[in-house]
């Protein structure tokens, strides 16, 4: 067998591991478990990833699944009570229906697609070439990825920092103690008659 | 966590390596996998270590919250200050080439490291605010209700647990 | 060809930890396959670096190798002290 | 060309990854989770080690020094954080009183002496 049959072999074998732990996750009825389940996700998903020969996507999952990701579902789950997530397992008709329909949908529209990996494709042909091409002679880097992260849609990553800039303020707004402490402080000043009450 | 001899005794061996990689995947993103957003992946990952292992009030002496803040904004401002610079050199917004005079390529090369750079800053701060803040809550709910039941003592805990 | 069956040897010990994962028992069950799962994870990326001669997945690899027993840690807090911010033992 | 690199390269990778599933099985078979800590960590030494080891020879005959010390650093922090993270699974578990099973819980079928 040559490398390209055996890579695509075990890419069927991880796409059904990945089958089994999604079906795993979906009846888990506890939230630690479904974390740990997803951590398994992440890993699988890092595999594929780097079979499909996106380095830099793999990396990226590696360093979140394995950095960050579990840790702070963690840490919600100390926040919340888990325990009391206790959702029975029934069978509802009209949802599974609708997500039948459309995967049947998205399988039938797949029939047009080309195959993984072809020279021709139109996502193959119409600005791939270009980056191809003039990187080296342009920007001279041997990763073609971070040159055209970087430097040819250096605006669409400009936007990425900023989504992540804005989610790590809401983090900051919603959860920080500043506004809890200066509550208290204030409810303490003009409280002392109030004691009291509380 | 501190009392646990053998995470304490191994994390600290391992830290150092954690964010020696970190960097490494920082500025060896143009020759290999890895970027800014990676890099700063993994060097939270080492903050975060050391903050499970040694407790969240140490880490927090450490790196305190302000400076977390700050550099969330820092990363975002590098970068775009690039794209300002360029436009100030008489380019377009984000064209690195503008950076050298001489050499358009060794422009590029600059911009690109600059603000994978500052990519790198913001995501390190914003995962590690986020950490910081998710774990610290606990803490501050425990507080409050400390505080509703008995005033005296809430008094001494704001000291110690008020982030800086 | 060897490092396809080596590969595909690492895939079956996947299998059984994933299977342990989905059984159970109990939540440390689950535990100890993630971490199980993590360190296959860490040989098979080297061995697919190898299958595919592009050894520069070994920088996955170790990414992986390193950071891997963070999230353990983090569960061993969250088991003892429901608290992942605790700081000091509480007399 | 079935050289003597390739042999001892396909024979340690061969026998770490037969270590793997050897141990991957143990963790299905053992009754509690000590036990199955134990099958899990003990491939984590010396299966690594040989799945490691086996895809270093080739690098090392053709001098690719770079992938070599990778690959001996990827070994040398599985060593590290693997026990670590065997600790800490055993603590947890420990608090979470969990029991492990004794001789005389075990049934027939587990291998139980009762």
Do not use: C
Not at chain 1, 163 to 184: D, H, Y
Not at chain 2, 100 to 107: A, I, N
Not at chain 4, 92 to 109: C, G, R, V, Y
């Amino acid at each position: 067998m040559s490398v390209g049959e055996w890579e695509a072999l075990i890419n069927v074998v991880l796409l059904g591991l990945l089958l089994v732990v999604t079906f795993g996750i979906i009846r888990l009825r506890n939230l630690f478990g479904v974390v740990m389940l997803a951590g398994i996700y992440s890993l699988l998903m890092a595999m594929v990833f780097t079979l499909l020969d996106a380095v830099d996507v793999a990396f990226t999952e590696a360093a979140v699944g394995a950095g960050v990701s579990t840790i702070l579902s963690l840490g919600t789950l100390a926040l919340i009570d888990s325990r009391r997530e206790k959702i029975p397992f029934r069978f509802q008709f009209t949802p599974m229906l609708v997500a039948l329909v459309t995967g049947a949908v998205l399988l039938w529209g797949m029939q047009d697609m080309p195959a993984v990996g072809t020279a021709d494709a139109p996502n193959q042909v119409h600005v791939a070439p270009y980056y191809i091409e003039r990187t080296p002679v342009e920007i001279d880097v041997p990763n073609i990825v971070t040159a055209v992260l970087a430097s040819y849609r250096g605006f669409d990553t400009l936007g990425e920092v900023t989504v992540i800039f804005t989610a790590g303020i809401g983090v900051m707004m919603l959860l920080s103690s500043m506004p809890v402490i200066g509550a208290r402080r204030r409810r303490r000043r003009n409280g002392d008659d109030q004691e009291n009450d509380t | 966590m501190i009392e646990h001899l053998v995470p304490r005794i191994l994390a600290k061996l391992l830290i150092p390596f954690i964010l020696l990689f970190g960097l490494y995947v920082q500025f060896h993103g143009d020759f290999g996998p890895g970027g800014g957003f990676q890099a700063g992946v993994i060097f939270a990952a080492g903050i975060i270590l050391y903050a499970l292992i040694y407790g969240l009030d140490r880490a927090r002496r450490v790196i305190t919250p302000g400076l977390v803040a700050f550099l969330v904004a820092l990363g975002l401002l590098i970068y775009a200050g690039v794209g300002v610079a360029t436009l100030l050199l008489g380019a377009e917004f984000l064209n690195y080439g503008a950076l050298d005079s001489h050499d358009p390529v060794h422009g590029q090369h600059l911009g690109i490291l600059i603000i994978e750079f500052g990519v790198g800053t913001t995501v390190a701060a914003v995962m590690i605010t986020i950490f910081y803040q998710f774990a610290g809550r606990l803490q501050i709910t425990r507080e409050l209700e400390s505080d509703e039941t008995d005033d005296e003592d809430g008094e001494e805990e704001e000291m110690t647990g008020s982030p800086q | 060809m060897i490092y396809g069956v080596a590969a595909l040897g690492l895939l079956v010990a996947m299998l059984f930890a994933i299977i342990r994962a989905l059984l159970g028992p109990t939540l440390m069950d689950r535990v100890m396959a993630v971490n199980m799962f993590g360190t296959k994870t860490v040989l098979l990326l080297a061995v697919l670096g190898y299958l595919a001669g592009r050894p520069e997945f070994l920088d996955l690899a170790l990414v992986y190798a390193l950071m891997n027993f963070i999230s353990i840690i983090a569960v061993l807090k969250y088991f003892r002290y429901r608290d992942l911010g605790q700081s000091r033992v509480r007399s | 060309m079935m050289d003597w690199t390739v042999i001892a390269s396909g024979v340690l990778v061969i026998s770490g990854a037969l270590l793997t599933i050897v141990g991957a099985y143990g963790t299905l078979r053992l009754p509690d989770i000590y036990t199955r800590l134990h099958a899990a960590s003990i491939t984590d030494t010396l299966a690594t080690f040989l799945v490691l080891a086996g895809l270093a020879v080739p690098s090392l005959v053709a001098g690719e020094w770079l992938i070599a010390i990778k690959l001996l650093f990827v070994l040398i922090f599985l060593w590290f954080t693997s026990p670590i993270a065997s600790y800490s699974i055993g603590h947890a578990a420990f608090f979470a009183a969990q029991k492990p099973k004794l001789d005389h819980d075990l049934t027939d079928a587990e291998g139980g002496t009762a």
